[in-house]
């Protein structure tokens, strides 16, 4: 039978998918936990076959809870159950196996403990360790209106939503673009670039200052002078990525 963990810090979401995983009756659901230092603690000691994943964790951020998972000794398989979209890409950068949105429905639910067992069985790779076809190049492509712009990543301040497109300011220049930011994080280096809020992300080679704001906010100060905003949601993984 598949051990699983769950992490979700809503009581009622968290019990409705033990719910379903356990009357699959496939599933032995060994541990649940509602924030990430608590479930860290309790899967590299319980050993999990699967840890299925909230990724807005109240203070944390259940997509750097999947990053500290990759680095145990023995890894679990990362199913992402969250009521947010956005962060597929990210996701499967990340190596996870699924991602199912809530409200949990029992069949989707059936199909990734399908998917578990395939993998199982057959050892098959996870999106994000799928090789890539070409060579890092150190840029990205933006599709602007009437061209494609080969962007230097190191160049790029920050990215952010505005007004219905994506806006990419690098020291030099800005682009926006259609394609959404979610999908531009995917290609993204996920060791440069950080969400801080969830309509910006910044280049953490391009930060100047962090400075305090209200409410155990932040802002920050980028190379260029420009100030991006730091949401309550994101600043335990800031503090974790630049160690303040």
Request: with cysteine.
């Amino acid at each position: 039978m598949l051990k699983a963990f769950v992490v979700d810090d809503e009581p009622l979401a968290r019990d409705e998918l033990i719910y379903i995983l356990k009357r699959s009756r496939k599933v032995d659901v060994i541990g649940e936990a509602d924030c990430m230092r608590d479930a860290l603690q309790a899967i590299a000691t319980e050993e999990p076959d699967v840890v299925f994943l909230d990724i807005e964790l109240a203070e944390d951020s259940g997509l750097q809870l999947a990053r500290n998972l990759m680095e145990l000794t023995k890894p679990p398989i990362v199913v992402f159950a969250t009521a947010f979209d956005e962060y597929a890409l990210q996701a499967f950068d990340l190596d996870a196996l699924d991602y199912i949105l809530k409200p949990f429905d029992d069949r989707r639910i059936l199909q990734t403990l399908e998917k578990i067992g395939r993998f199982q069985q057959e050892g098959a790779v996870p999106p994000g360790l799928l090789p890539s076809r070409l060579p890092a190049t150190g840029k990205i492509a933006i599709t602007t209106d009437d061209r494609i712009a080969m962007v230097d990543t190191a160049q790029i301040v920050f990215l952010s939503t505005d007004e219905g497109k994506t806006l990419i300011k690098t020291t030099d220049k800005e682009y926006r673009t259609a394609e959404p930011l979610a999908r531009l994080e995917g290609k993204l280096s996920s060791s440069s670039f950080i969400r801080v809020h969830r309509a910006f992300m910044v280049n953490a080679h391009q930060i100047a200052e962090v400075q305090p704001w209200f409410n155990s906010t932040y802002y920050m100060i980028m190379s260029d002078g420009s100030k991006v905003p730091v949401s309550r949601t994101y600043v335990k993984e800031l503090k974790l990525v630049l160690g303040f």
